[in-house]
């Protein structure tokens, strides 16, 4: 599981200097045992009213093309009622 961390890291990476720029960034919390991907959102993008789309168009896709065996990705403390 510590190079499937890396991995994900690295694609967490190519997409931190966008998240950044608008006063965000996220941090991966865990990958559990069905490949599942879990970050927290960070700074900006905890309360942005596009985190959601953040979510599935930018930091899911950018982990699912890089790591191809995470099947989701999910924010710990993204709240769903947008």
Same mark, same amino acid.
């Given at each position: /599981?510590?190079? =499937? *961390?890396?991995?994900?890291?690295?694609? =967490?990476?190519? @997409?931190? &200097?966008? =998240?950044?720029?608008?006063? $965000? +960034?996220? *941090? !991966?919390?865990?990958? #559990?045992?069905?490949?599942?991907?879990?970050?927290?959102? !960070?700074?900006? %993008?905890? *309360? %942005?009213?596009?985190? /959601? /789309? #953040? /979510?599935?168009? $930018?930091?899911?896709?950018? @982990?699912?093309?890089?790591? &191809?065996?995470?099947?989701?990705?999910?924010?710990? +403390?993204? *709240? !769903?009622? @947008?």
């Amino acid at each position: /599981m510590i190079d =499937l *961390s890396k991995k994900v890291e690295e694609a =967490l990476d190519q @997409i931190r &200097p966008y =998240l950044q720029a608008d006063g $965000g +960034n996220v *941090s !991966l919390v865990e990958i #559990t045992d069905d490949f599942v991907v879990k970050v927290e959102l !960070l700074g900006a %993008c905890k *309360s %942005c009213s596009m985190s /959601m /789309m #953040t /979510m599935k168009a $930018g930091i899911e896709e950018s @982990i699912k093309r890089s790591v &191809p065996e995470i099947k989701s990705v999910e924010a710990v +403390n993204l *709240s !769903l009622a @947008i």
